[in-house]
Nanobody, 131 residues
Framework: QVQLVESGGGLVQAGGSLRLSCADS????????MGWFRQAPGKEREFVVS???????????YYADSVKGRFTISRDNTKNTVYLQMNSLKPEDTAVYYCAADKSANMDKWRSMRSGGYAYWGQGTQVTVSS
């Protein structure tokens, strides 16, 4: 059973950094695609970044244009954990950040950028960036 547990949110000043973590506490080892989405008050949930992997190729990562060059996704397979390093944060990055996961091993870019492409979701963690 895939169970996603997020941590690392908080309050930070503009220009600061935060690192979010998302662990598959079920330690199923069956997840091959993970992503981060965010939802600001009064707005729809939007794609932030995704990472897909398999045993026979290197990781593929995809970023929303709004976070390219500032956010970096990485994973630690030994800990079943994915990290989102967020640098140069802006007030418009303020949102609840959700981790998502799926067992699809060959998820294409476009599906990985849609919330409907994921079967499992974390509870969300609040990120607030003050100006």
């Amino acid at each position: 059973q895939v169970q996603l547990v997020e941590s690392g949110g908080g309050l930070v000043q503009a220009g600061g950094s935060l690192r979010l973590s998302c662990a598959d506490s079920g330690r199923t080892g069956s997840v091959y695609t993970m992503g981060w989405f965010r939802q600001a008050p009064g707005k729809e949930r939007e794609f932030v970044v995704s990472i897909t992997w398999s045993a026979w190729r290197s990781d593929n990562t995809y970023y929303a244009d709004s976070v390219k060059g500032r956010f970096t996704i990485s994973r630690d397979n030994t800990k079943n954990t994915v990290y989102l390093q967020m640098n140069s944060l802006k007030p418009e990055d303020t949102a609840v950040y959700y981790c998502a996961a799926d067992k699809s091993a060959n998820m294409d870019k476009w599906r990985s950028m849609r919330s409907g492409g994921y079967a499992y979701w974390g509870q969300g963690t609040q990120v607030t960036v003050s100006s």
